[in-house]
């Protein structure tokens, strides 16, 4: 894939990196979505991947292959389909360990990130009455939990919940001016009563790529474990799970130009093999009794139930999409873009940025504030102009309330949006400004 | 642009400069409602005189947070009910609740909207078209009739 020709009418200057761009003009080709028109006949111009990504054909066929060609109940029935959906399925599984530097047997498949950090803080819950083998996981009064103030809501309530369960205690980082983690507290608040550091790899809402290593290095002093919300980092960035030295780590497919319905949990493998299960029923047992079960080894332990297949095989094939690219072009790509709009939305006066305000340690998802115009009507006026971005608190309510502000409109970029998607965006600001007067 | 449809002049105004916002004194009832999806926030009073069958709306008081849509909305709906009768004003509230369930179907042109009964609320008819923000559009009013049935039922 070659790089795009980068037009100098653009904007583009000798400082920014534009040479980084993809060939956004031929990967545009490959989801069908971008062509069609939004409101008044408009082109779509979107920039809400955060929320969901768009999926290219080669995704949808794999799924509609699966289904026209293999369809069966996996790990099930002795037919020849049962075999191939099986096969197709397992096979998934191994596409995405390598993708993100593990092993099949660490991958275990979830509906979302959410259900992926629900299991976690399940397991450690029923880790009480699960034996001695699983006592390590077990919380309790006096025991810590540790999150930080910029998680979404899926890496935070989950874990509310488990203290509340437990009687455990829930403790946070919290957020600089600039909208980094503050780690100024990290030996007090990251100490021996600290069961598990739960945090993000990337915030949804200001982009910011906290310093994961310093966090895993504490934790291994005083035996910590850690889970990385990687819900916006596996879609945007090379992730390696061996080289980030965490202990679980959760995804959606969904945004990284898989389908929906299916998510991932990878742990290492001595954790989950001691992890009791979160939901039981078919697929993960050994034997079962009338008066009592046994359970099989993970990954399997942990996927009860007739398991998603195609979209399994769907998110094998965006993975392996993705590799194609090359993650560190992906990357490149985006930083690219966001340099780009916290330059455009930088000079529009009135705007504020919420998040760093440089491309240093941060993703490709910029929020911001536009004076006296709430997010709801700026977000409005862009959609009447077919840009499509999200408004509101993000599923990261901590965050606005952390900066007095009601809510935030944020623009996040993927491998098919372009220099023009940004141009629209800062446009179509300066349309909001000129229609409720402020400017 | 169909924006003019949705932010007409009079929400605009009502944004602007709304109406009897603020929180006041005396209240039978307060309540605080928010919008889960999008963050926005009112904390609102009522204060009715006279018995419960003649229960009359005396004041509405609110504070609030949000988009222009809310928060003209909260503005517009206490400039209707202060003064009515609560039997009249919940009239009022049922028919804004029709008009913003009509997805844009109910239009001042084609003479389907009940304006005796809405006057300035009629503006909302564009925002109806628009299911995100139809309950930005009602959140003063449902946190409203909230406050009263518990001023009604202490």
């Known amino acids: ?439 | 642009m169909q924006l003019e449809s949705m932010y007409q002049e009079i929400i605009l105004d009502h944004y602007r400069n709304p109406h009897h916002k603020g929180l006041r004194e005396p209240y039978d009832a307060e309540v605080h409602h928010v919008n889960p999806t999008c963050g926005d926030e009112v904390t609102l009073r009522v204060h009715l005189e006279g018995a419960n069958g003649e229960a009359r709306v005396a004041d509405v008081s609110y504070d609030a947070m949000g988009c222009s849509i809310s928060q003209a909305s909260a503005s517009v709906m206490s400039d209707l009910i202060i003064g009515k009768t609560v039997k009249d004003a919940m009239t009022v509230g049922d028919e804004f609740l029709a008009l913003m369930q009509s997805r844009g179907a109910a239009s001042p042109e084609e003479g389907s909207l009940n304006e005796d009964v809405l006057e300035d609320a009629v503006a909302f008819a564009g925002v109806s078209k628009y299911p995100a923000r139809i309950k930005c559009a009602l959140l003063a009013w449902m946190a409203w009739k909230d406050a009263t049935a518990r001023a009604l039922n202490p």
């Open chain 1, 1 to 439: 894939m070659s790089t795009a020709e980068v037009s100098p009418g653009i904007g583009a200057s000798a400082e920014r990196p534009f040479s980084a761009l993809l060939d956004t003009e031929r990967l545009r080709r490959d989801f069908p979505i971008l062509s069609r028109t939004v409101r008044g006949g408009r082109p779509l111009v979107y920039l809400d991947s955060g929320a969901t990504s768009q999926k290219p054909r080669q995704v949808l066929d794999a799924e509609r292959e699966f289904y026209e060609r293999h369809n069966a109940a996996v790990h099930r029935g002795a037919h020849l389909l049962a075999e191939e959906a099986t096969d197709a399925y397992e096979g998934a599984r191994a596409i995405i360990a390598r993708f993100i530097g593990g092993v099949p047997g660490e991958v275990v498949f979830t509906k979302n990130a959410t259900e992926a950090i629900n299991l976690v803080a399940y397991a450690m819950s029923n880790a009480a009455t699960s034996g001695p083998e699983a006592a390590r996981f077990a919380v309790g009064p006096g025991d810590e939990v540790l999150v930080t103030e910029m998680e979404h809501h899926a890496n935070l309530v989950p874990w509310q919940q488990l203290c509340a369960r437990t009687g455990a205690t829930l403790r946070w980082f919290g957020i600089t001016d600039e909208g980094r983690l503050d780690l100024s507290e990290i030996d007090t608040l990251l100490n021996e009563r600290t069961k598990i550091v739960a945090l993000t790899h990337q915030s949804n809402v200001l982009g910011t790529v906290p310093p994961v290593a310093e966090v895993v290095r504490r934790a291994r002093e005083v035996g910590a474990l850690v889970l990385l919300d990687a819900a916006q980092s596996v879609p945007h960035q090379p992730v390696d799970v061996e080289e980030l030295g965490v202990d679980f780590i959760a995804f959606s497919g969904h945004k990284m130009l898989g389908p929906s319905g299916i998510g991932v949990l990878w742990g290492r493998r001595e954790l989950l093999a001691a992890m009791p299960p979160f939901i039981t029923g078919g697929s993960m047992i050994e034997v079962v009794r009338m008066e009592g079960s046994t359970f099989m080894p993970p990954p399997q332990r942990f996927e009860a139930g007739v398991p998603m297949a195609a979209q399994a095989v769907g998110l094998g094939r965006a993975c392996d999409y993705l590799s194609e690219i090359g993650m560190d072009r992906v990357h490149a790509h985006e930083e690219a873009l966001t340099a780009y709009a916290l330059e455009r939305l930088g000079e529009i006066e009135g705007v504020q940025i919420i998040g760093p305000a440089t491309t240093e340690a941060r993703g490709g998802t910029v929020s911001f504030v536009v004076e006296d115009i709430h997010p709801h009507d700026v977000g409005q006026v862009l959609d009447e102009l077919g840009v499509a971005v999200r408004v509101g608190h993000h599923c990261a309510w901590p965050i606005v309330r952390r900066f007095g502000i009601p809510a935030t409109t944020r623009a996040s970029f993927y491998v098919y949006n372009d220099l023009a998607d940004v141009d629209a965006l800062a446009d179509g600001v300066r349309q909001a400004q000129k229609f409720f007067g402020t400017a």
